[in-house]
């Protein structure tokens, strides 16, 4: 098998690496690709839809899982499957849904993989009734740097499992993973969407959807100032006993590169205002599949172009509750100054910590959006990234391109107990990332 020596991207497209890509096939020869030497280190790229450097290795080699997409077992009594890495989460709620089930926790893409799931511990819209993805993963096989393969559990070996979930692939190659799904009545929900004026109203609304409601979201209008500051849509939604029998639409594509200059205060607060107008005051509540609520840019393809050649940051820190109102109001009023054209932000509530020793979430409010790779962009990130640090927060490694090692080591509590189960499983680094670079994951330089 051969690599090809190519230039990957990170799905916010602000961070670019070469590196020697293999794409393996079938299992045996992905474990020949983690055999064979690699200077630069390996990492695996999966989706590909991490928006910094998590999967990339600039001058190394990474381990495309895009191919590694079968099912490999699978109970329909239990609700219980096991599957390669590379399977998406779209493909298999599509396999699930016809048994009757769901993947109990699914991020906001159907393309994003399984392996790529689990090490970012991902969350989707029912955090709090739900958890994480980690929360329902029962073991792994984990292909360590050394090429020895291990089934991990809770129980098996708890730390190397608490170092895989959330653990940004530095562990191992994840070559197959087994994850309890829950029954469903259809493939359908009933959506509800409600105005919010203003952040407190939000907040509001969306602490008494916490117990109330199995999945909700916020949309932001992050141009809004003043009294409307926070301003935007809570979308609550529970499964549904009608099934949705509305066909799929037709993928559509951004036709092209939308030049930079295309996205300015203006545009984006025309856009933000219509977004907030289309749901009437009073509130309005439909039908929806599943697939539709859960993933809702996906029906666009390459969305992600329309920031333009330059790419974007993502921006997502999650604030404990006690200080989300101070916290959120003035990561707002410092995002809605820079006027930088951020579309939509989203905001969510989170329901407790996850399992993983860097897993993401904490019980509270998690805020996400886009900036658009301009000039002056990385001072306000800085700008946001100390505010989260201030209000006792931390950043999601899955968005993550730009924060200090240290700001890191301060957010991650947990980041010696990682440390130590890398230092006995791969004490030679062979896993490594850009991002365990510029984090300083190991301590050292990686
Ligand atoms: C539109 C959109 C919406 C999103 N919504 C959410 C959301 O709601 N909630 C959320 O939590 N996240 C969300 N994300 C982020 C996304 O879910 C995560 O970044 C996820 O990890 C991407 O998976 P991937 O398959 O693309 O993996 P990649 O981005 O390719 O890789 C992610 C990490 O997984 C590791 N990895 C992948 N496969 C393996 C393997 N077999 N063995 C070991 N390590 C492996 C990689 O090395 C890397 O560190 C969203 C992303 C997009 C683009």
């Known amino acids: 098998m051969r690599a090809k020596h190519m230039e990957l991207s990170g799905w916010g ?3 670019v690496a070469t590196v020697d890509a293999w794409r393996p096939e079938r299992m045996p020869d992905a474990m020949a690709v983690l055999g064979a030497g690699h200077p630069g280190g390996l990492i695996a790229y999966a989706g ?13 080699s990474v381990l495309m899982t895009g191919r590694l997409d079968r099912i490999l077992a699978a109970d329909w009594e239990a609700g219980e ?3 390669e890495p590379g399977v998406t989460f779209g493909d298999l709620m599509r396999v699930a849904l016809a048994h009757g089930f769901v993947v109990p926790v699914t991020p906001g893409t159907g393309f994003a993989t399984i392996g790529g799931g689990v090490a970012n511990d991902v969350h989707g819209k029912n955090h709090d009734r739900h958890g994480s993805f980690g929360d329902h993963v029962r073991w792994i096989d984990l292909a ?17 499992f608490a170092a895989t979930i959330g653990g940004i692939g530095l562990t191992g190659i994840m070559v197959a993973v087994c994850i309890g799904l829950r029954r469903v009545k259809s493939n359908a929900v009933r959506l509800y969407e409600r105005r919010a004026r203003d952040l407190e109203h939000f907040l509001t609304l969306q602490e008494s959807a916490r117990d109330a409601a199995t999945y909700s979201v916020g949309w932001i209008d992050a141009t809004a100032r003043g009294r409307e500051l926070g301003r935007g849509i809570l979308e609550t939604a529970e499964e549904s006993r009608a099934t949705a029998e509305v066909p799929p639409g037709p ?11 295309a996205l300015n205060r203006m545009t984006v607060g025309l856009f933000n205002t219509m977004y907030y107008n289309r749901v009437p005051a009073e509130g309005r509540e439909r039908h929806a599949r599943l697939g539709q609520f859960l993933y809702p840019l996906d029906s666009i393809e390459d969305w992600n172009r329309l920031y333009g050649k330059r790419g974007f940051y993502q921006f997502q820190c999650v604030l404990p509750d006690a200080g989300a109102p101070a916290g959120l109001r003035r990561l707002m009023e410092e995002i809605s100054a820079a006027g930088t054209g951020s579309f939509l932000a989203v905001l969510k509530s989170l329901g407790g910590a996850g399992r993983g020793h860097l897993s993401f979430p904490m019980r509270g409010y998690t805020l996400a959006l886009d900036f658009p790779a301009k000039p002056g962009v990385q001072d306000l990130m800085r700008r946001l990234e100390h505010l989260t640090l201030d209000f006792g927060g931390r950043i999601y490694l899955a968005k993550d391109a730009t924060m200090s090692a240290e700001s890191f080591a301060a ?3 947990k980041l010696d107990a990682f440390r130590d189960v890398l230092e006995r499983v791969d004490p030679k680094g062979r896993l490594v990332s850009d991002m365990a670079r510029r984090l300083r994951i190991r301590g050292t330089g990686a």
């Not at 590909?48 to 190394?60: I, Q, V």
């Not at 993928?251 to 200059?261: K, Q, V, Y």
């Open 13 to 15: 497209r602000s961070r």
């Open 48 to 60: 590909g839809r991490s928006y910094g450097d998590a999967p990339l290795n600039d001058g190394g």
């Open 81 to 83: 499957v096991v599957c």
């Open 144 to 160: 360590l740097a050394d090429g020895e393969v291990r089934r991990i559990s809770p129980d098996s070996d708890p730390d190397l």
């Open 251 to 261: 993928r559509r594509r951004m036709p092209l590169e939308m030049p930079g200059f």
């Open 411 to 413: 957010m991650y509590p």
